[in-house]
């Protein structure tokens, strides 16, 4: 008796997406099946390329279809095709997601974060940009090798510049390297509107928002101007960094943006000589708050000085090809976790239902 596709699809409607906790049938992520003498080709389509149970699920499709009589093999194969929150569409058109990355106070690694997330997104295959809305202190055109550069201007539009893959914009495109920005807040607002209302984005699946620490006027600028999907929160491991954490956490619940969750940054330093743990400013701190303040945990980045020479250098890449393997690891690791919440956030806000009134 041959198999049919009927038999293969009923067997799939048993297998769940891990985070999303529904089947991949009603999620509409299977797009094509093969049959052939009992071997079975299954295509699946991912919500995010940086996917971090992709591993599980192939498992699970394997163990659903072997199940059924006369099945010779099972071949898995994947795409992706990044999910959106739908009320951004009519506010930046080709933006899927806005995602803010803040922190309670400075010196914690937000920008490098950032940086982070944002590189280990697009070499995912995602198509992401950066926005670097800390106005007072604007770093990431160093960070990405871009300083002293200038955007051009097409068809009224900014032109983003763009490094590693990424698109970029920055006040610091618009000032000299040491010039201080002396500006009261309506100055702030107007520049974030700015880079919201007058930047050519284009297509993009992540626009990631590099905020100043604390809970100032750029961050209740963004959460007013448009939609976003979440904000992630860095800290560092010291009881003074988390109870500014959680203050940052509170404002965006307040001002209504979902927190994606916490990034323990600086979490511990491994040495490139002996292979030693040293958890220099404790450890572990920012995974209690977020089990305290119920909201996710999205990893540990260590202390590392090739993090910090890249970041440096202008060279945000290097951080994912030449660093000890172990650092990759707990960063490719972090880069997952966000997308899988993103992908989480994304699906509830999807199934809210829309009321309309006649």
Request: hydrophobic letters at 40%; aromatic letters at 4%; one cysteine or more.
């Amino acid at each position: 008796m041959s198999i049919t596709e009927a038999q293969v699809l009923e067997q799939l409607r048993t297998v769940k997406d891990p985070e999303l906790h529904r089947d991949l049938v009603s999620l509409k992520m299977i797009k094509g099946i093969t049959i052939d003498d009992g071997r079975v080709g299954v295509h699946v389509e991912l919500t995010t390329p940086a996917c971090p149970l992709k591993d599980q699920i192939t498992r699970d499709v394997e163990a659903a279809l072997g199940r059924l009589d006369g099945i010779r093999g099972v071949q898995v194969e994947f795409s992706a095709q990044v999910r959106g929150h739908s009320a951004l569409e009519s506010r930046l058109p080709g933006v899927k997601n806005v995602i803010a990355v803040g922190a309670g106070k400075g010196g914690v690694g937000k920008s490098t974060a950032t940086v982070l997330l944002a590189v280990g997104l697009q070499r995912a295959g995602a198509k992401v940009g950066v926005l670097d809305a800390d106005i007072y202190g604007p770093s990431i055109p160093m960070m990405t090798g871009l300083s002293g550069c200038k955007p051009t201007i097409r068809d009224e539009k900014i032109v983003p510049l763009e490094s590693c893959g990424l698109k970029v914009m920055s006040i610091g495109f618009m000032l000299n390297p040491e010039q201080a920005v002396v500006w009261r807040g309506p100055m702030v607002h107007g520049a974030v509107k700015q880079f919201i209302d007058q930047v050519d984005w284009g297509e993009l699946d992540y626009l990631i928002a590099d905020l100043p620490p604390g809970t100032g006027d750029v961050p209740l600028t963004l959460a007013q101007s448009i939609p976003m999907t979440g904000a992630v929160i860095v800290c560092t491991p010291q009881d003074v960094a988390l109870l500014d954490a959680r203050r940052a956490i509170r404002m965006y619940q307040q001002l209504n943006v979902n927190c994606l969750g916490i990034i323990e940054n600086m979490s511990y330093y491994i040495c490139p000589h002996c292979g030693h743990r040293d958890d220099i400013f404790d450890h572990g701190g920012a995974a209690a708050a977020a089990r305290e303040l119920d909201v996710p945990f999205l990893g540990e980045i260590p202390l590392n000085a090739q993090l910090r020479a890249f970041g440096d250098a202008g060279t945000p890449d290097r951080m994912f090809s030449d660093t000890d393997e172990r650092i990759r690891q707990a960063v490719d690791g972090v880069v997952r976790n966000v997308a899988g919440q993103i992908s989480v956030m994304n699906e509830r806000q999807a199934a809210v239902p829309t009321l309309s009134v006649e």
